[in-house]
T-cell receptor, first 113, second 116 residues
Framework: EAGVTQFPSHSVIEKGQTVTLRCDPI?????LYWYRRVMGKEIKFLLH????????ESGMPNNRFLAERTGGTYSTLKVQPAELEDSGVYFC???????????FGQGTRLTVV | AQSVTQLGSHVSVSEGALVLLRCNYS??????LFWYVQYPNQGLQLLLK??????LVKGINGFEAEFKKSETSFHLTKPSAHMSDAAEYFC??????????????FGQGTTLQVKP
């Protein structure tokens, strides 16, 4: 069974550009989470989807970040326009139920220069 | 609000020595607690979790953690470190304040170095 897949694994973009990160959860997992780790800080929650609906987006930093999960399958996280402070590692996780184990992807390392 | 504190951002042990990674949490309700490990260039992998059953939880790769309510701690231990244990370890608590949505609150992470 394939795990959670994220791509790209690395992205280097200039300030002001747009970047889209993608997450493919484990098939059948209704719950999908995005987290971010900024250099030297803890991993922080961004948002939670249940199927295609946003259950909780309280961790989204600002309106430059837009997450979608059309059809309840894969999810995208777009940053537009990117700022220097957006640099970090973005993790995606999925689970069958909210009390089930969350499986994490390997993360996307975003560098904004 | 819940929070997690991991004492020590870097821990170094010799191969064969005891591993002790410290984690303290704050929570107003009985929490679910987790330890995750991240090996280089990989995603986070669940080591073990506490869900209010036995206070001593055994995980993968010989790790275990003990839930101590009186100390609000959930320290991770392994009797004998192996070179392959070198990784970054994260303690996390589920955010019960959100109504148990599976949202996790992480500590800052502890990098474990194992010396030959």
């Amino acid at each position: 069974e394939a795990g959670v897949t994220q791509f790209p694994s690395h992205s280097v973009i200039e300030k002001g550009q747009t970047v889209t990160l993608r997450c493919d959860p484990i098939s059948g997992h209704d719950n999908l989470y995005w987290y971010r780790r900024v250099m030297g800080k803890e991993i922080k929650f961004l948002l939670h989807f249940v199927k295609e609906s946003k259950q909780d987006e309280s961790g989204m930093p600002n309106n430059r970040f837009l997450a979608e999960r059309t059809g309840g399958t894969y999810s995208t996280l777009k940053v537009q326009p990117a700022e220097l402070e957006d640099s970090g590692v973005y993790f995606c996780a999925s689970s069958l139920g909210v009390v089930s184990e969350a499986f994490f992807g390997q993360g996307t390392r975003l560098t904004v220069v | 609000a819940q929070s997690v504190t991991q004492l020590g951002s870097h821990v170094s042990v010799s191969e064969g020595a005891l591993v002790l990674l410290r984690c303290n949490y704050s929570s107003s309700v009985p929490p679910y607690l987790f330890w995750y490990v991240q090996y280089p260039n990989q995603g986070l992998q669940l080591l073990l979790k506490y869900t209010s059953a036995a206070t001593l939880v055994k995980g993968i790769n010989g790790f275990e953690a003990e839930f101590k309510k009186s100390e609000t701690s959930f320290h991770l231990t392994k009797p004998s470190a192996h070179m392959s244990d070198a990784a970054e370890y994260f303690c996390a608590v589920s955010d019960e304040g959100s109504g148990n949505t599976g949202k996790l609150i992480f500590g800052q992470g502890t990098t474990l170095q194992v010396k030959p």
